[in-house]
């Protein structure tokens, strides 16, 4: 569990000082980003928000890093054919199944992603990261024009969501949606290794969710199944975390759910990545080669319940830094999203109201401050001996309704556990609403 406390803008730079950077030029980043949210907020007469920047983090739940957990699933997926759907999967069904119903997580190999892929992806990803930070400001995440595509400095990134850690996002697919004309020109190769990479990975992506509908009885003919034929949204993330002087001050990634279908996710040999299992956090191991699955909120929502998303973070190292690429897959904005008629009836009721992939992004938005988990807000209420509140109504959130963001962040309504999307302060939120509407589309 990770706590908050309430900081001047003066200690929280000195916090930035200490815990994250040993490079001269974040240093004085930090402060010059310390001095722009001062600024703001006393231009807003906001007393609350210069303040509670830092996190604490409860020690107790840090691990020394060299404890991986070796009971996380691997799975050989080399049974499949990558090229013959046709082929009898069933062992590997099974495994997955399971290991998506005890864990939420899992790593792969035999993937059908090569090797050359994976190290191009990655040592793309580092000559990135290694430019100058001018360099990478030229790509810099343009609220106007792109919310949440492009990159992200590390204090861009603590400012908004307290993550020391820089990031390189935008969206694979579809095109439409895609800013790729702000895609780095710089490393070359960028654009084809990723556009490889991204093509692999919603392959490998769509089998494995396509497996495990199959796997709870599923038809990969049904609506359920078609989905994931149709309109997918694909996300890549590529992150960068320094090494950090007080590694259990600070968190590289907090704790939170992915919004996806399903999340594949690469890191380098730092390791850093963790998952909650009944309340515990384990280190998931690096394996060269490897690529780690984890499940995310839509899948919970269509197997109603049978799989949950998994809980996850990203610690930070003392000594070396890391290298991390995340790609998901969600549903279109459009599409509806329900539990699957197969896995509902009388003794098993739905457990969701049936939402657009839209309205669960807004909803997700709208719980940016209390951190509450969104899907939480389509959960059906049961009442006692099973029977579900027909009478209860999804909260449908029209794209043109404004969001509310008159909330202020006050310690009493600081929800610390599930804190996936925090800004620190109302006008970050009224800042970044008007483009979720803007183009009717909203993507991060
Ligand atoms: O960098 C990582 O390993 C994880 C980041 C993450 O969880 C995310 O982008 O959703
Ligand atoms: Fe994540």
């Known amino acids: 569990m990770v706590a908050w406390i309430p900081v001047t803008g003066r200690e929280a730079e000195e916090f930035l000082h200490s815990v994250s950077i040993r490079n001269g030029k974040d240093v004085q980043g930090a402060s010059k980003a310390m001095k722009a949210i001062e600024a703001r907020s006393a231009s807003h007469h906001d007393e609350e928000v210069a303040k509670f920047l830092v996190p604490l983090t409860e020690q107790s ?15 050989d997926l080399s049974s499949l054919d990558h090229n013959d759907h046709r082929r009898d999967a069933t062992d590997t069904t099974a495994a997955l199944v399971k290991a998506a119903a005890s864990w939420g997580v899992f790593q792969v190999v035999n993937h059908g992603l090569s090797m050359s892929v994976l190290e191009g992806a990655m040592a793309m990803t580092k000559e ?21 595509q492009g990159y992200k400095s590390t204090l861009d990134s603590f400012h908004m969501t307290r993550n020391l850690g820089s990031q390189l996002e935008y969206i694979l697919h579809p095109e439409s949606l895609s800013i790729k004309d702000n895609w780095p020109s710089t490393p070359a190769a960028y654009k084809d290794v990723f556009e490889e990479f991204g093509k ?19 038809s990969t003919t049904s609506k359920t199944s078609g989905m994931l034929k149709g309109n ?7 992150g960068h975390y320094e090494p950090c002087l007080q590694p259990e001050m600070a968190l590289g ?18 390791g850093g990545l963790e998952v909650n299992k009944d309340g515990h956090w384990y280190k998931v191991a690096p394996i060269p080669g490897a ?9 919970q929502t269509i197997t109603n319940d049978n799989f949950k998303a998994v809980q996850h973070r990203v610690v930070l190292n003392p000594d070396s830094s890391r290298i991390s690429i995340v790609c998901g897959i969600t549903p279109g904005l459009d599409e509806i999203v329900s539990p699957a008629l197969e896995l509902v009836d009388d003794t098993h009721p739905a457990l969701y109201h049936p939402y657009s992939y839209a309205d669960f992004r807004l909803a997700q938005f709208q719980n940016w401050y209390t951190g509450q988990d969104a899907l939480e807000k389509f959960r059906v209420e049961l009442h006692e001996g099973g029977t579900t509140d027909t009478a209860s109504k999804s909260p449908t959130i029209s794209l043109d309704s404004p969001l509310n963001v008159t909330t202020t962040i006050k310690p009493s309504n600081w929800n610390p556990k599930s804190n996936n999307h925090i800004i620190q302060s109302h006008q970050d939120l009224e800042f970044q609403t008007p483009i979720f509407f803007k183009q009717g589309t909203l993507v991060a």
């Not at 691990?63 to 070796?70: D, F, N, R, T, V």
């Not at 997918?232 to 993330?237: A, C, D, E, G, S």
């Not at 690529?291 to 899948?299: A, K, S, V």
């Open 61 to 75: 739940t840090f691990l020394p890093h060299w404890e991986y957990c070796h009971d996380i699933p691997l799975i």
């Open 128 to 148: 990135f990261f290694v430019m100058p930070e001018e360099e990478k400001q030229a790509y810099a995440q343009d609220y106007e024009n792109g919310p949440f």
């Open 291 to 299: 690529i780690i699955i984890l499940l995310g909120d839509q899948i």
């Open 232 to 238: 997918l949204i694909q996300t890549l993330r590529l």
């Open 253 to 270: 990634h907090t704790p939170h759910l992915d919004h996806t279908l399903l999340t594949a996710l690469v890191q380098d040999d730092t």
């Open 200 to 218: 692999g990975v919603y392959k490998l992506l769509t089998r494995i969710a396509d497996l495990l509908l199959v796997g709870l009885g599923i």
